[in-house]
């Protein structure tokens, strides 16, 4: 699977947009990107995946970029709930295991 | 929303015992998954389960541990003999049908061996 790499922290105001990049230059044709978080010690909660088009539900936007190495999680307005660590993936088309790096540690602050 | 669920979600155990952590995943899924997280450390995969089989694990996984779907419902995580270092949170995940469906985690067990 291919590596990611994510700053280690970011800050963001509260009911402000978060921008969260993720870089995974080596992702090859049938790999996926999924977000995943982990609020204090509780189990890592699925956010969004996509494959190469823009992606987006209740939690927040996925955004990969046309040569698919780079993408970028929005969470649009960014509450204190959301302080976490967050984790992109890349994973194989066929599926099986996810493999978790280090994420990257969100503060949002009032 | 269906979940996973795990129980207990803190189990103390002396080095040496054997400990069975349980899963129950959601309902409809079809492959399964153990993750570990020792304190303050990245989330580790452990062991996928498909089709009644182990169908991948890790270096971590040796013969100490062992996975069982017993039957319709429950997964679970058998650890032969504990030691200080298998002291943890443990993640039982599952998916759905497709290879590409998203993993769905449980909260976790939190193991303490002393």
């Known amino acids: 699977d291919a590596k990611t790499t994510q700053p280690p922290s970011m800050d963001c105001a509260e009911g402000r947009a978060a921008n969260l990049p993720c870089n995974h230059s080596t992702i090859s044709g049938n790999e996926y990107v999924y977000w995943y978080r982990q609020i204090h010690s509780q189990g890592p909660q699925y956010i969004i995946h996509g494959l190469k088009n823009n992606e987006t539900n209740e939690m927040a936007s996925l955004i990969i970029t046309e040569d698919r190495k780079s993408s970028t999680l929005i969470l649009p307005h960014a509450t204190l709930r959301d302080t976490a660590v967050y984790y992109c993936?890349?994973?194989?088309?066929?599926?099986?295991?996810?493999?978790f790096g280090q994420g990257t540690e969100l503060s949002v602050k009032p | 929303e269906p979940e996973v669920t795990q129980t207990p979600s803190h189990q103390v155990t002396q080095m040496g015992q054997e400990v069975i952590l349980r899963c129950v995943p959601i309902?409809?899924?079809?492959?399964f998954y153990w993750y570990r997280q020792i304190l303050g450390q990245k989330v580790e995969f452990l062991v996928s389960f498909y089709n009644n089989e182990i169908s991948e694990k890790s270096e971590i996984f040796d013969d100490q541990f062992s996975v069982e779907r017993p039957d319709g419902s429950n997964f679970t995580l058998k650890i032969r003999s504990t030691k200080l270092e298998d002291s943890a949170m443990y993640f039982c995940?599952?998916?759905?049908?497709?290879?590409?469906?998203?993993?769905?985690f449980g909260n976790g067990t939190r193991l303490t061996v002393t």
């Open positions: 309902s409809n899924h079809l492959y």
């Open positions: 993936i890349v994973r194989k088309g066929q599926g099986g295991k996810l493999i």
């Open positions: 995940a599952s998916s759905g049908g497709t290879g590409r469906s998203p993993l769905h």
